[in-house]
């Protein structure tokens, strides 16, 4: 077993563990944060895949950026009564469970048939992850790809600005 | 001789436009027919320079290959430029009929070209996709496009209910289509769609991960097109989006969602496999669709035959051609590839025509939209009528409109392949949506009106519905005029 294995699993049992917590817990807030604390730990997980500029990506726009808008959202809603939530009927709760089991039970066969552990990597591996490499293949091989995420996020902001605008004039 | 500028040329037009539309909209905000214009004279030119494009192509020794350009990124076939024609088309037909719907209905058009013609480029991306991430960024455009125009009225709390829903499950069912993407690319370690033929071809895959992939892959798509399980969604979000954009989303959205069954069927099982396991997959996958199509055909029209509203009615009969639709790809030959691109066009031309239709009849705030309300609607206006009646004989599949003939390559092309039973159950199927649409034409006919229905004044409404019952009546009679040009590309 090596090093960057047993990194590898004490960050996805971290992650798994965090994901539990924002799913289970009843105070958003705290939700909010299990959810921060998951970022980081896939932060870690993406480094431990030679992805360092990703990692740092994951840090600086989901934990940052996205989780504080998220968290300003919760404070604006001021969430009162979560009861009021609830998902009344148990036998969808316990059908959704099974099923989601099952999913999982589905994914282990797979993933487990195909033998755990890190194969071994290339002494390359580690230049891929750095910025330089991920932009040479983004501006060059990837870039109609490049060119037509423009056009989807200029779409997204056309959106918020049509479904948010106060007055109809 | 084509070279790369005039063979990607649609799709620098399309994107220019959208992008001038977009740009130009603030510096018109008070004369919005600048904005009307270009948006139409763009598509135009689109739908143009594919049509050039697609004359380049035929003159080629081969039709039928299709060469990528951009790093392998861009596809430039016959099939992309076929389908970008018959996008601009749906998109033109919509301009046309919206500017007095909304004018009438809402009085606010600002950045409603713009997203219609994203929309559009979106779909041609789709279109000309070589590669699995670029099919995926154009699957979103066009989505998120369609999310904002379904909730365009947002002052009416139904178009704005028929948004969320839409967004919530479009971006659950995204997922699943992201994870089937990141599977095939698990399996064959690439996302270019001709080095995975070419994978699966030599065996060098890893088919565990390919069949999660093709499953996830079809769960997403299906979402796309309102197929079988995935159709909940469907007959809320037309009923509640303005009725101009019901049209366009249900026929051009799912015209664009069987496309990307196309793409992906033909990339994944077009070449012969020495493989016995995905011979198999094969033939698992394609019993799976067959009973898809199959339910998805039964469900839409039985759901469709008790409803009350026309919208949520001709929302159903859309779920259940998109089973027609799948008929091909289940088909998997020739003959159901090119009857899917002969029943699209059928089907773009008569639902957007049906949709106007109903856009013209429709009252303030979605008043005059039952069906009851149709009564004696030939009294009043014979020509509506008989424009409507046309829609609905070739919606339901009668000679000698365009939709009978679309039904019969799709048949033939099932039974051909032995999915004789597919078939039993597509021509049962029909029979029962003949209730609800001729039911509609005795409505309108035979019996007499409670009141005296009004009809809008229509605009440039009426060019498209000459145009779309010209498309309907004209294919219907020389089907051969479109099918001899959809035969060549496979």
Known sequence: ?169 | MANETILMLPLYLIGFFSLAAVGLDPLFSKNKKVIYYLSLIGLLEAAISAGYALYLHTLTPAPNIEISYAKNMVSTGGMAYFFDILFCLSGILILLSSPRYFTREYKELSEFYSLILLSVSGMMIMAHSANLLVLFIGIEIMSLSFYILAGFIRIRIMSVEAALKYFLLGAFSTGFLVYGIAMIYGATGTLTLSVIQLSIQTNTINSLYLTIGIGLIIIGLSFKAAIFPFHQWAPDVYHGSPTVIAGFLSAAGKAAAMMAFIIIARAIFGGLSQNNFVKDLYVDVRLVLAVLSAATMLIGNITALVQKNIKRMLAYSSVAHAGYLLMGVVAANERGWSGILFYSTAYILMQIGAFIVISLSERNDEQNLKISEYRGFSKAHPYLAAIMSIFMFSLAGLPPFAGFFGKYYLFTAAVETGYVWLTIVAVISSLISMYFYIGLIIKMYFEDPDTQPMVAESGHAVLALTLSTAGVMIFGIFPSLLMDIAKIFF
């Not at chain 1, 934990?63 to 969430?79: K, R």
């Open chain 1, 1 to 169: 077993m090596s090093l960057t294995f047993l990194f590898f699993g004490i960050l996805a049992v971290l992650a798994i563990a965090t994901a539990v917590i924002c799913v289970s817990n009843k105070n958003p807030v705290v939700s909010a944060m299990a959810l921060v604390a998951h970022f980081f730990m896939l932060a870690g997980l993406y480094l431990t895949l030679q992805a360092q500029f990703i990692a740092i990506l994951q840090i600086l726009i989901y934990a940052g950026a996205i989780m504080v808008l998220v968290i300003f959202v919760i404070m604006l809603l001021n969430l009162g009564d979560e009861e009021k939530l609830r998902e009344k009927t148990k036998y969808r709760k316990i059908l959704a469970s099974l099923l989601g089991i099952g999913f999982i039970a589905m994914l282990c066969s797979v993933y487990l048939g195909g033998g755990l552990g890190n194969k071994a990597t290339s002494p390359m591996a580690i230049t891929i992850g750095a910025p330089a490499a991920l932009g040479k293949e983004l501006f060059t091989n990837y870039l109609f790809a490049f060119e037509a995420i423009a056009l989807l996020l200029l779409t997204a902001i056309i959106g918020a600005v049509v479904l948010a605008k106060r007055k109809v004039d």
